[in-house]
């Protein structure tokens, strides 16, 4: 089964203001993200792509050098709802940057599977999130943490209130 794409609608192009506040939000405001050190890459109404460089702080197992595996589903959860915002920041396109930005108030995680892969080793991790659907009340997501060289680390999904 393939997904049907509307063929005759123009693609949605964000504001720079609205990635920047996107970012400010992401980066900034919630803490918690501080603390991962996680950063926006890029933002597109279908894709989100983020880092995390490898800390000390970030191990989980001291003899290997490895990324702690709730670092990896944190930094997921994250980027999915960095995913969902962008979602929703894009079906309102009518609406100022101010009212989109306020519709992530009542954001949140409702569900959340992590599959480990592989062992995170190395300097930075990519991780990357798609929205798979965004209803009115719950949307999901599907998303990627991976190695410095493209390799598939850990992928998961989950779902979001959005409403």
Excluded: W
């Excluded at 999130?129 to 410095?148: I, K």
């Excluded at 680390?153 to 409403?163: D, E, N, P």
């Amino acid at each position: 089964m393939t997904r049907s794409k509307k063929s005759d609608a123009a693609p949605v192009v964000f504001e720079p203001e609205f990635v920047a506040a996107l970012g400010d939000i992401f980066e900034q405001r919630i803490v918690f993200n501080q603390v991962l050190g996680l950063k926006v890459v890029s933002v597109t109404p279908e894709r989100v792509v983020g880092r995390v460089a490898m800390r000390p702080e970030l191990i989980g197992h001291y003899a290997h050098n490895r990324i702690h595996g709730g670092v990896i589903s944190a930094s997921l959860d994250a980027l999915g709802g960095l995913a969902v915002m962008a979602a929703i920041g894009a079906r309102h396109m009518d609406e100022s940057i101010e009212q989109r930005l306020h519709r992530f108030g009542k954001l949140g995680t409702i569900d959340l599977r992590i599959d480990y892969l592989r062992p995170g080793i190395g300097e930075a991790f990519e991780l990357t999130a798609e929205v798979m659907r965004l209803g009115s009340r719950v949307a999901t997501t599907r998303m990627e943490f991976l190695g410095a060289d493209g390799k598939l680390l850990s992928c998961g999904s989950a779902a979001y209130i959005v409403s």
